[in-house]
């Protein structure tokens, strides 16, 4: 058991500094691709700090676990909605983006509405992981395609705000080497202290004697989504508030299209009765929550913040009641 904390322990000390090097990373590839920030959060971040869910959601249903391979996929899109946003917007009140709320949130509620209708009958097959990894190509090709369309952005004037630019000189391939390079040690510090921090969580899970689909929906979801809440953390408080808000909604949407997708590709995945009553239902919901929230204000407040998480609150007193 003292392995098992000395494993949480070190999992979220590399998760953090994996956090701070990708955000570091992305900020800087933004500018010098003169894209703005919230589509590398929306890819390039998003897909790395999914990786996690991807690595243990796959290694579960290859194991036959596919309780906990769904579970860790639909936990982590509710934490990313309901604790993750709300953290970032209690440490610092988050911007809202208008392609946040008119195509990125959109696109992600509408992947979340596709999980539910190919889980109705409780079963994820090969041919809707099919379906979903297309949706994940076309998520891409509509993203870069919308980026083109909005014409290049002129940071040249920034150049002091990224990695390894001296203005004088101009040494920008440095600079992308540098970014480039930030952003996948960040990627490898996510996975790495994801791993050490699910092992630990839990065996200390099995050991209280907690089901598989609870504890993928709340240990495994939790640890996997730390790259995440990482990230969005630590740009909520460098006022990055295109990287906050867009990591998370496109984390979600890759943890569908992309996690879901590549794993029920590879291994059919029968969804518990339990996820069709109760749990996808609460992922589509808190994605619902947010219509609301970003389109009666300019900024996710701290007030928004406290009532996401009393509603996890709820939930998961809910599935710690046996729900």
């Known amino acids: 058991m003292l392995t098992a904390f000395v494993q949480l322990i070190a999992g979220l000390v590399i998760l953090a500094l994996g956090g701070r090097y990708i955000v570091r990373g992305a900020v800087s590839v933004a500018l010098l691709a003169k894209i703005s920030t919230a589509v590398v959060g929306l890819t390039v971040v998003a897909f790395g700090t999914s990786l996690p869910e991807l690595a243990v959601s796959m290694d579960a249903a290859a194991r036959g676990s596919t309780d906990l391979a769904y579970a860790n996929i639909v936990g982590s899109s509710i934490i990313n909605i309901a604790v993750i946003l709300a953290v970032a917007a209690l440490i610092r009140p988050v911007l809202i983006q208008r392609e946040a709320k ?9 992947v979340l509405a596709v999980c539910l209708f190919f889980a109705r009958d409780q079963l994820i097959s090969r041919f809707e992981g099919a379906m979903l990894v297309a949706g994940l190509v076309a998520f891409m090709v509509i993203t870069v395609l919308r980026t083109r369309a909005a014409g290049a952005v002129d940071h040249s004037a920034r150049n002091t705000e990224i990695e390894g630019v001296d203005p004088a000189t101009g040494a920008r391939s440095r600079a992308w080497a ?22 630990g969580a839990t065996t200390v899970a099995e050991f209280m004697g907690i089901s598989e689909r609870i504890i993928g929906l709340t240990v495994v979801a ?12 630590i ?37 518990h009765e339990q996820a069709m009553l109760l749990d996808n239902w609460i992922m589509l919901g808190f994605g619902a929550a947010l219509f609301p929230i ?14 996401l998480l009393s509603a996890f609150a709820v939930y998961f007193t809910v599935l710690m009641l046996g729900g």
Not at 102 to 110: A, D, S, Y
Not at 186 to 199: E, H, M, P, T
Not at 222 to 233: F, R, V
Not at 242 to 262: K, R
């Open 102 to 110: 008119r195509f990125e949130h959109p696109g992600m509620f509408l």
């Open 178 to 199: 540098i970014g480039i390079g930030y952003i996948l040690f960040g990627i490898v510090g996510l996975k790495v202290g994801s791993d050490f921090l699910v092992a």
């Open 222 to 233: 939790m640890g996997t989504s730390l790259p995440e809440l990482t990230t969005s953390a």
């Open 235 to 271: 740009a909520a408080r460098h006022g990055e508030d295109e990287i906050a808000l867009s990591n998370l909604l496109g984390s979600n949407i890759f943890n569908i299209l992309a996690v879901l997708g590549l794993t029920s590709l590879s291994f059919p995945i029968p969804v």
């Open 294 to 307: 970003l389109w009666t204000g300019k900024r996710v407040t701290r007030t928004h913040g406290v009532l």
